[in-house]
């Protein structure tokens, strides 16, 4: 009887130790796919003929201080402009838009304003994009010494990326920049490409 219920009982566990080796084997979850990624930003595709077609901006007057179409700021740059007749985001305070482009593509727009309006950028990039992928808070330090906590923000993509932050170049201005990750890729690999290079005459 003792043999028996010795035999049966290893029975049962060789039965059940695979059942419970898959059991405790965690699922693996797949990639959560960021569903409000943008093809674009503020009517702009990331290719650089929809920032080559917008028109010159006309000088500003005191009969017409407000540009009511969004144009190009006269550029000494081949490859970054600076934009103005946004339109309205119902911002407290004015804000300009940088396009950073490399050939047929637009690498990067980079918006940026008053840090009073933060929380207003936020509240609005939220809703367009949806939750941000991750959020951090670091602490800035400024020349004097003061610090600040930086809110950044940032939504990751298969193609985009966004990060929006509470201070971008100083304290009273915030920044946001929605990047092409296939231009970044492709000049990451350019870099490295040329570093090798470079290390190879070494």
């Known amino acids: 009887m003792k043999f028996t219920s010795l035999f049966m009982s290893a029975v049962l566990s060789a039965l059940c130790l695979p059942f419970m080796a898959y059991a405790a084997t965690p699922a693996k979850s797949a990639p959560k796919v960021w569903q ?28 017409a201080p407000n540009r009511t179409e969004m144009c190009r700021e006269e550029s000494y740059s081949t490859d970054y402009y600076s934009l103005d007749g946004l339109p309205s985001l119902g911002l407290a305070y004015h804000q300009t838009l940088g396009v950073k482009v490399a050939g047929a593509q637009v690498e990067y727009f980079y918006l940026s304003g008053s840090t009073n309006d933060f929380e207003k950028v936020r509240q609005l990039f939220t809703e367009k994009y949806g939750p941000p992928t991750s ?12 610090t600040f906590t930086n809110d950044t923000l940032t939504w990751q993509g298969s193609t985009v990326q966004i990060v929006l932050e509470r201070y ?21 690999g350019e870099a490295a490409s040329e570093l090798k290079s470079n290390a190879s005459k070494l």
């Open 36 to 63: 409000q990624e943008p093809k674009s930003f503020l009517g702009l595709t990331f290719e650089s003929a929809s920032v080559a077609a917008l028109p010159q901006c006309r000088p500003v007057t005191l009969s």
């Open 135 to 146: 959020s951090a808070a670091p602490v800035v330090k400024t020349k004097v010494g003061a």
């Open 168 to 188: 971008s170049d100083d304290i009273n201005t915030f920044g946001a920049s929605i990047n092409n990750l296939k231009v970044t890729a492709a000049k990451a």
